[in-house]
Nanobody, 123 residues
Framework: QVQLVESGGGLVQPGGSLRLSCAAS????????MDWYRQAPGQERELVAA???????NYADSVKGRFTISRDNAKNTVYLQMNSLKPEDTAVYIC?????????????????WGKGTLVTVSS
């Protein structure tokens, strides 16, 4: 019904920047929160940044001041601008979104995950 497709990952040197994108497509009436998570090898998945449909944002302490989350509601897309990258930022970055569907009698929300995009920070 809904696909989330991430792009923009890659290899970058410490101190460099990357911009991730996540586009949602399919049966979408509207989207509530859109989030970026990351999962490093052997680690649990952690929330990196979140943004509501009104534009309010929230960040993990480890990325505050370096990462910026934004969204384009017309394109059903969320972005993550990552600056001053560190080796410890190396992980698979995964998009999450709460999608509102229109049912027969009422609307309902479902949570979707993308497959992730790999970010490697190394010299």
């Amino acid at each position: 019904q809904v696909q989330l497709v991430e792009s923009g990952g890659g290899l970058v040197q410490p101190g460099g920047s990357l911009r991730l994108s996540c586009a949602a497509s399919g049966n979408i009436h509207s989207i509530n929160a859109m989030d970026w998570y990351r999962q490093a090898p052997g680690q649990e998945r952690e929330l990196v940044a979140a943004i509501t449909n009104g534009g309010s944002t929230n960040y993990a302490d480890s990325v505050k001041g370096r990462f910026t989350i934004s969204r384009d509601n017309a394109k059903n897309t969320v972005y993550l601008q990552m600056n001053s990258l560190k080796p410890e930022d190396t992980a698979v970055y995964i998009c999450n979104a709460e999608i509102i569907h229109l049912g027969v009698a009422e609307s309902y929300a479902m949570n979707y995950w993308g497959k992730g995009t790999l970010v490697t920070v190394s010299s």
